[in-house]
């Protein structure tokens, strides 16, 4: 009898797997530069994971954070991103734009926010993640926040439509 796993349809950010199931996995070769392979165990085996193949380990015991943070990589202090007919700019927690409307200043949780969204542009973003980016619990603190991010975000560029729109049941995307 064999087992079939069931897998989220979306996109992947990372597969992690424990060590033994990483070492019981014949000739594993990992050549995809956008998923990442993480494997997970005792500190003693990190070398060996390492010389097999895995871009990254944890070692026991690990928290979820730790695994996000890992993921994500260091937030970069500044971003540039397109957005309808113009270039958005986020330096720090200062908002700016091509156009000549003044510079907004975003706290440092909406700047968290933003990057986290801007980072997965087209993208859904959970309630989950964003919470977890703004180091708060989920539910209607997130809506606040964003709802507070899009008045921000309009002040600094001509924008008819939601810049923040929620996908229902999903979260919230950064066109």
Not at 55 to 80: A, I, V
Not at 137 to 144: L, M, W
Not at 147 to 171: E, N, T
Request: hydrophobic residues 40%.
């Amino acid at each position: 009898m064999t087992c079939t796993p069931v897998f989220f349809p979306g996109s992947w950010d990372a597969i992690v797997l424990p060590a033994s199931v990483f070492f019981s996995l014949p000739q594993l070769r990992w050549d995809s530069p956008t998923i990442d392979l993480m494997v997970y165990g005792p500190s003693h085996l990190l070398r060996k994971a390492w010389l097999s193949g895995a871009r990254d380990y944890l070692k026991e015991p690990w928290q979820p954070e730790e695994l996000f943070l890992r993921l994500r990589g260091p937030m970069p202090f500044s971003l540039k991103w397109s957005w309808g007919d113009g270039t958005l700019y986020l330096q720090g927690t200062q908002l700016h734009s091509e156009q000549d409307l003044p510079m907004v200043h975003l706290t440092q949780t909406e700047a968290d926010l933003l990057r986290v969204l801007v980072q997965r542009q087209g993208q859904v973003v959970s309630r989950a993640v964003l919470s977890w980016a703004a180091q708060c619990s989920e539910g209607r603190v997130v809506d606040t926040l964003l709802a507070r991010l899009r008045k921000k975000i309009q002040a600094v560029v001509r924008f008819d439509d939601d810049p923040l729109p929620s996908i229902r049941g999903l979260g919230y995307r950064l066109p």
